[in-house]
């Protein structure tokens, strides 16, 4: 639930809070399928102790990147994050947890470009990953790429996002109002309607509702300053239906 003063900026920390809680539910899933062996013979360096030692040397620098890049992470050094996970993706390029763990440090930084670089990494490796699907979108709305944002945004509806109930109630916001600018009033309404069923009267939900009853398709930051109040009324009646 969104709190009643809840800004851009908390909604961006909101959101990457709800990350770090998701996680285990969200990459969670059934073991791949066992593969066979190739049929080729070993190479000469694989059956070779220098081969081994090699493989071994890189296990250990990946396990001492994840280890440097989680103490980074829970401290906030978010460049510092960043820097180590991108080490151990270049070790390991199937790690999708690198790539997300990426994605949400430079979305807290609000470098959303490279945040949506990131979780395009974690969909390619886990297309079905609905919380990677609501990060996309919210980078894409902070881009003002809304038509990708609003596809990317009901994919995770679809898809859901895990155990991360605040990163579902920014996203849905944010779908809510793309909805309204895009003249789908009766969809905004119906989407900002889930939040006064939890009694979440957040006054940004409380405009948003406002601008869809009025049918007016603007976002809440294009909204004129003199017809705020109007636009507020409106929405409060609506909450109360």
Not at 120 to 128: G, K
Not at 158 to 167: F, N, Q, S, Y
Not at 190 to 215: H, K, Q, S
Request: glycine share 6%; net charge neutral; aromatic share 8%.
């Amino acid at each position: 639930m969104m709190g009643s003063r809840t800004s851009p900026r908390r909604m961006v920390s909101l959101a990457c809070a709800a990350a770090v809680t998701c996680m285990a539910s969200v990459f969670a899933g059934p073991p791949p399928p066992a593969q066979k062996p190739p049929a080729s013979t070993p190479s000469a360096a694989a059956k070779s102790p220098a081969g081994r030692g090699h493989g071994a040397s890189s296990a250990a620098d990946f396990d001492r990147l994840i280890k440097e890049a989680t103490a980074a992470r829970q401290r906030e050094r978010w460049e510092d994050a960043i820097a180590l996970y991108a080490k151990a993706v270049r070790l390991k390029p199937q790690f999708v947890e690198g790539y997300w763990y990426q994605g949400t440090a430079y979305y807290t930084l609000e470098k959303y470009e490279r945040a949506e670089d990131a979780f395009r990494a974690v969909l390619r490796l886990a297309p079905d990953n609905g919380a990677a699907h609501a990060f996309l979108g919210l980078c894409e709305f902070a881009l003002k790429d809304y038509a990708r944002s609003v596809s990317d945004l009901l994919r995770s509806r679809t898809l859901g996002v895990g155990d991360a109930p605040e990163l579902a109630s920014v996203s849905r916001y944010h779908l809510a109002v793309l909805m309204a600018r895009a003249e789908q009033f009766e969809q905004a309404l119906e989407t900002l309607g889930e939040f006064a069923a939890t009694g979440d009267d957040n006054a940004r939900v409380i405009e948003a509702m406002g601008i869809a009853t009025l049918r007016m398709p603007l976002l809440p930051a294009e909204l004129p300053g003199d017809r705020r109040e109007m636009v507020l009324m409106a929405g409060r009646a609506s909450y109360m239906m």
